[in-house]
């Protein structure tokens, strides 16, 4: 993925366009690279040289797609709020349907989100290293929503996808861990963070 990224922004800097175009290409190259990694020898630079870059890596990318998220939810939440002005001046109190669908989806995203807090609770905590990530991704999301309410641009939106993304982090983060004790998984196949993985 590192490459594929790479090349695309030399191409970008190259031609401003080149983001909205020539999809098949792309799509021809990403495949063609997946499938070269097949052969990659592990050995010597996968564990003593590619697994910590690919840990630093993976740090700066969720700190990145969180921004991603953020101004995703920002230009969501922008964009319902102008269709309601438009259905307004068209037709008094006919915008409110907007402001209620971004309420509802800022309610939807919370609830998913608290769900996924007792159901780790539920299936992971019976363990400190656990209980403290679950406990600490509940807090973060609790402070980051705060913290966007009380400024002037904060959108409800924002905080309720970062807090959703959090809690899949958390997710992935306890189906990873490797004492048996505290990891019920541990061995199965986790086809939701998979999933989840790749719809993102």
């Known amino acids: 993925a590192l490459v594929l990224f790479l090349c695309f922004a030399a191409a970008v ?19 063609f690279l997946v499938a070269g990694t097949c052969f990659i020898p ?14 630093i890596g993976g740090f700066i990318f969720i700190l990145f ?21 438009r259905a307004d001046a068209e037709e008094m109190g006919s915008g409110r349907r907007w402001l209620m ?4 989806s800022a309610c939807i995203l919370f609830f998913v989100s608290m769900m996924g807090w007792g159901l780790l609770y539920y299936f992971f905590a019976g363990c400190g290293t656990n209980t403290a990530f679950i406990t600490m991704t509940i ?33 992935n983060a306890v ?17 939701l963070s998979i999933v989840i993985g790749v719809g993102l």
């Open 139 to 171: 807090v973060l999301s609790l402070f980051v929503t705060i913290c966007q309410l009380s400024g002037e641009e904060g959108s409800l939106l924002a905080s309720s996808l970062v807090t959703a993304y959090a809690t899949m982090l958390c997710y």
């Open 65 to 85: 797609q969180q921004i991603v998220f953020v101004d995703v939810a920002h230009n969501w939440n922008d964009s319902w709020v102008e269709r309601s002005n």
């Open 101 to 104: 669908a971004i309420l509802a």
């Open 42 to 55: 592990n050995e010597p630079l996968f564990s003593q040289v590619f697994l910590n870059m690919a840990r």
């Open 175 to 191: 189906t990873k861990n490797p004492d048996e004790t505290c990891n019920p998984q541990l061995g199965n196949e986790d086809v």
């Open 13 to 31: 800097s190259c031609k401003r366009t080149f983001n909205r175009e020539v999809w098949p290409a792309k799509y021809a190259l990403f495949f």
